[in-house]
């Protein structure tokens, strides 16, 4: 005897919900909760490597004798390699 079509789509739903909630409860397993210690290494991080990641790239259009106009507020300095004004 053949099972029902509807007795089949049970079974098949039972068991993709059963695979789902094991994926669920293996990723709750293994999750680690950050401490403010952690959070606060990792933010340090991020602001040094984005002043040190500005800084290069300043230094990199500064060296090629170019302009380089810097907004903070409002205002704009714009800045210029020693070097480039006494070559010319």
Do not use: W
Request: some cysteine.
């Amino acid at each position: 005897m053949r099972p029902k079509k509807a007795t089949v789509i049970i079974v098949i739903a039972f068991i993709v919900t059963l695979v789902a909630c094991l994926f669920i409860i293996e990723g709750v397993r293994n999750l680690t909760i950050m401490t403010d210690s952690d959070f606060n290494n990792i933010t340090t991080t991020i602001f040094y490597n984005g002043q040190k990641n500005a800084i290069s790239q300043i230094f990199s259009v500064a060296s090629g004798c170019k302009q380089l106009p810097i907004t903070v507020d409002n205002k704009t300095l714009t800045l210029v390699a020693v070097e480039c004004l006494q070559n010319t």
